[in-house]
């Protein structure tokens, strides 16, 4: 083979140590952020308990990161600055099965080509700290004494001064620095045993102290993400076959415009995954304002052997072993924890829902494909530990103002009754008003008791808080959408023959994929048969997507089987025909109630999952509460 390139004269020459570094910048290095994000990393890793971050300029002109780790050693520290130099691995087991968050080596080698770099450090067993510069010449490194504490201080300054052309693509100081600060707020997130300080141009930014207890730890999540999110967000912790996942996740009524409040970590290592996001995504799909995307802080723990950190340059991304079982995982805990969430949950303080259990083990989402379709029917055999029974306050035992709920079957009711009990409208009540609420007497539902109809569209109730504002079409919706889910899972899906079958084309690892997943695809009504190597046959879909197009579903359904190892595009489609049965089907505005009707309505939403919003992610109810009523009278002023 000739050494020559083709089509040129030119010859294969290796390039210099500064190019290549400079190159590999252009992986590592691509903005400000980059570099702090590459500097904090080796200060964690080193075992760091403060982190003292000094910006200026938006990190062009100077970034200074100081920390109290172990320190390099005065030997070390021109190694520190060479390309594939890192003491975090040593061999290929290692790279197996990292649990450290740098350790490519080539973080500073990379900064230092295309900046002025100054390395100071000191170990604990040295007399003196020694420091280490280079200028992005020829990488010829100096070496000298120098004074410093325990640990090690990096100072880079005049970022992309050697490399103009990169540094004209850099953004104004606030975009840079507003990108930088989201760094340094993602790691103090993953790391609340450590504290982080950020100046910017000598003013202080973030302050985030140690947090040592599960208070300190919601500061903290307070203070980055904002206290209106703590607020609105339920904790969660589940354990499960060898996959932990804790943290918090805001409520569907908290959701964004932009996916810019979701902080994601693997083993501590922020990452942004589409299987993640698939997952999450999946959860709050029929909770969510259409365009709106969920908040969250939560974090997975998983044997270091089952992920492949190391497939992205800025490691970013990662890849699970298994990836439908953390898929089904994520999904089925996240799905859970949104589904248990009542009115008693939002109306409670933070510090209440703090304390909140959350499932945990087969409780938390044991979900394969048919995801929802699994949870519901295992709804119908679920016994509830106890069943609340609401008395209203003054009222005697034969004064036959008395609400009993159930809230889910009993394990022993047969299932045609079961599924009857599901699509009754409202259970018969006695024809009653309900009497006033004094102080003190009696338990009040969390939804309260209801005083009147507005406009008949809207329920006033007074609870324990102050006033309830409910949209009855809306919550009645929710309602039906859920008992028509449930009754759906417990029937199952039949099938419609399809008079001719469809023949679709699609790929050799398609057809194979379509044939592993045969007695799934008969549970949700399909019948598939392979007619070649690259060809399958409809035979049968689901009756009630009878008017969808087969060739399109089934090819939807298998691309997301190859991406994600599950799809929930048949169950997207049924519960968009779903939803549309429920809202034909609920209460329409202007529809007047009595009292015990609207009084029913509120006690099948305490006991309704999800019911905090409609099919379409609208809010079905609000608590104004007696503070929020005296500020608009200006009352106690």
Not at 349 to 374: D, H, I, K, S, W
Not at 402 to 415: E, G, I, K, L
Not at 500 to 528: I, K, N, T, Y
Request: hydrophobic share 40%; with cysteine; glycine share 8%.
């Amino acid at each position: 083979m000739s050494d020559e390139v083709i089509g040129s004269n030119a010859r294969i020459e290796l390039l210099s140590p500064r190019l290549a570094n400079q190159i590999a910048a252009g992986e590592v290095v691509e903005r400000p952020a980059s570099v702090i994000k590459e500097l904090l990393e080796n200060s964690l890793d080193s075992g760091a308990k403060r982190i003292d971050v000094d910006v200026e300029q938006g990190g062009v002109k100077l970034l200074r990161v100081r920390d109290d780790g172990g320190g390099i050693s005065a030997d070390d520290l021109p190694l520190a600055l060479a390309r594939h130099a890192t003491s975090k691995i040593r061999d290929l087991e290692d790279l197996e099965r990292v649990m450290s968050l740098g350790f490519r080596g080539e973080a500073l080698a990379s900064i230092s080509s295309v900046s002025r770099l100054t390395l100071t450090s000191r170990t604990r067993d040295a007399e003196q700290a020694w420091q280490v510069e280079t200028e992005g010449r020829d990488m010829a490194s100096r070496v000298q004494p120098a004074a410093h504490p325990v640990g090690t201080s990096v100072e880079v300054r005049d970022l992309f001064f050697n490399t103009p052309a990169r540094r004209k693509f850099l953004k104004a100081e606030k975009t840079e620095f507003d990108h930088l600060q989201e760094v340094i707020k993602r790691l103090a997130l993953a790391r609340f045993d450590v504290a982080f300080h950020l100046r910017h141009n000598g003013k202080t930014i973030l302050s985030l102290h140690e947090a040592r207890d599960d208070a300190a730890r919601a500061r903290r999540v307070g203070a980055v993400c904002g206290a209106g999110f703590l607020e609105q967000a339920l904790p969660i912790e589940v354990e499960r076959n060898g996959l932990h996942l804790w943290g918090w996740v805001g409520l569907p009524t908290f959701s964004r415009s932009q996916a810019d409040l979701q902080y994601f970590y693997v083993n501590g290592r922020a990452v942004r995954d589409k299987l993640v996001a698939h997952a999450v995504r999946q959860a709050y799909r029929d909770v969510l304002f259409n365009g709106r995307h969920p908040t969250f802080v939560l974090f997975f723990e998983v044997d270091p052997s089952v992920v492949d950190v190391n497939v992205h340059p800025t490691k970013h991304e990662v890849r699970f072993r298994d990836g439908r079982m953390v898929h089904d995982f994520l999904y089925g805990t996240l799905h859970r924890a949104l589904g248990d969430v009542r009115p008693e949950d939002q109306l409670a303080a933070p510090a209440a829902v703090a304390g909140m259990v959350r499932p945990t083990g087969l409780e938390a989402g044991e979900f394969g494909p048919q995801g929802e379709m699994r949870l519901a029917s295992n709804t119908l055999l679920e016994q509830p530990q106890a069943q609340p029974s609401y008395n209203a306050p003054g009222s005697g035992a034969g004064s036959g103002y008395q609400y009993q709920y159930t809230p889910r079957p009993q394990s022993n009711v047969p299932a045609a009754e079961a599924q009857a009990a599901y699509r009754e409208f409202f259970k018969p009540l006695p024809e009653s008003a309900a009497p006033s609420l004094p102080d003190g007497q009696g338990d009040i539902p969390p939804l309260g008791y209801a005083l009147a109809q507005l406009k008949g569209i809207y329920i006033l109730s007074e609870n324990a808080q102050g006033l309830v504002l409910v949209d009855m079409h809306a919550a009645h919706e929710r309602i039906m959408y859920e008992r028509l889910k449930i009754a759906m899972a417990s029937e199952g899906l039949s099938g419609q023959p399809l008079l001719v079958p469809e023949s679709l084309a699609v790929s050799q690892r398609e057809a194979d994929c379509a044939e592993e997943h045969v007695s799934w695809f008969q549970r949700l009504g399909f019948e598939l048969q392979r007619l070649g190597p690259e060809t399958l046959a409809i035979r049968q879909i689901p009756a009630l997507l009878k008017q969808a197009e087969a060739n399109r579903l089934v090819s939807d359904v298998l691309a997301d089987l190859m991406e994600y190892g599950t799809s929930d595009r048949i169950q997207a489609h049924l519960n968009e025909l779903l939803g549309t049965m429920a809202c034909h089907g609920a209460i329409r505005a202007n529809r007047r109630l009595a009292l015990p009707e609207m009084n029913g309505l509120l006690r099948d939403m305490e006991n309704t999952e999800r019911s905090g919003q409609c099919n379409h992610g609208r809010p079905t109810w609000t608590q104004l509460g007696l503070d929020d009523l005296d500020k608009l009278f200006l009352r106690g002023r």
